[in-house]
């Protein structure tokens, strides 16, 4: 199993999510700079009124004395203590533009003026897609009526045709053609839809590798991963190589019928390999020291004792009976 492709996928996935909520937040801002400003322009227009209807009972420069404080006023107000003054002045538009914007139906989702509402609500999105994006074709009558239509049903049975010709070209050229466009419609929906299937489950799945590796390694099955998925050396990662070892037995599992987790997968490739995860001693100085000591006590060389402790060796071939027939002789 390739381990670095799967964890691009939900690095990918991850950061196409990050992406989406920074645009998002980012127009919320905007949005909310643009509400700000044009309460801060409206607020400042009604204060410019006040200050002109005090200007006929105070002299002018009294009047500019007082405009310049209330304009200092609101620049000190806070966001939340301004978006409270100017709904008390009833100036905060925010709301009322929210409302005044209902979710328009999308394209496709439009009722046609042709169909009743009984009809169409009864239809499905897979129907009312494939209809809006059948165009219309025109049936022609004797008295010079033009029906658009885009179904068979939609003609009248006592219509009289303009002529045995173009009713024979509607029927045979323009209404199967009508009905070719219908069926490749449907074949794309089906496509698109089975696409996001496979996409969910691709992701789904990306999603269960990387959690089944980062519990390996809080179990300590498969070392630390140091290095990202993007880096040339991830595949030459010991932690990426021991995971990939855990997959493929994993996977091997899943082959045979045999439905496991990636964590049960990991116990048993420990189980496998016990070498793997044995501690390896290491001599420190110490250990040194004392082998050293215990040379000196004993003379640097192995007494009688020291082939006592070790006990004899028998040369290859030896049989179980003549070694325990040797053993027995010492017991006797």
């Known amino acids: ?31 909310q700079n643009i509400d700000t400003e044009e309460a801060e322009e409206t607020s400042e227009a009604d204060d410019s009124e006040e200050s002109e209807e005090s200007e006929s009972e105070e002299d002018e420069n009294s009047a500019e004395s007082e405009q310049g404080k209330e304009t200092k006023q609101v620049q000190e107000l806070s966001d939340d203590e301004l978006l409270a003054e100017l709904e008390k002045r009833g100036l905060n538009k925010q709301e009322e533009k929210q409302e005044k914007q209902p979710e328009q139906p999308r394209s496709w989702d439009r009722k046609p003026v042709e169909i009743p509402s009984e009809v169409w609500d009864n239809m499905d999105a897979e129907r009312r897609y494939i209809y809006n994006n059948l165009p219309y074709l025109e049936a022609r009558g004797k008295d010079g009526t033009v029906l658009r239509v885009k179904t068979r049903e939609q003609i009248p049975a006592d219509f009289e ?44 799945y990306d999603r269960m590798i990387v959690d089944g590796v980062e519990e390996l390694q809080k179990q300590g099955i498969v070392p630390k991963i140091t290095t990202t998925s993007r880096s040339p050396d991830f595949a030459k990662n010991p932690g990426v190589q021991r995971a990939e070892e855990v997959l493929n037995l994993w996977m091997e599992f899943n082959q045979k019928g045999e439905r496991i987790s990636i964590a049960t997968a990991g116990q048993i490739f420990k189980m496998q390999h016990p070498e793997l995860y ?3 001693k290491t001599k420190s100085a110490d250990d040194k020291v004392r082998k050293k000591a215990s040379r000196n006590i004993s003379g640097g060389s192995k007494g009688a004792s020291s082939e006592e402790t070790e006990g004899p060796v028998f040369p290859p071939g030896t049989s179980l009976t003549d070694i325990a027939e040797y053993y027995g002789k010492d017991l006797d």
Do not use: C
């Open 1 to 31: 199993m390739d381990l670095s492709e799967v964890a691009e996928n939900a690095i990918e996935e991850v950061e196409n999510t990050q992406s989406e909520q920074e645009v998002e937040s980012k127009e919320n801002d905007e949005q």
């Open 161 to 204: 045709w303009i002529n045995d010709a173009t009713k024979e070209r509607f029927f045979g050229e323009e209404l199967p053609a009508q009905i070719y466009r219908a069926e490749r419609l449907n074949d794309s929906i089906q496509n698109q839809y089975r696409n996001r299937q496979e996409e969910e489950q691709q992701r789904r």
């Open 278 to 280: 044995q501690e390896k």
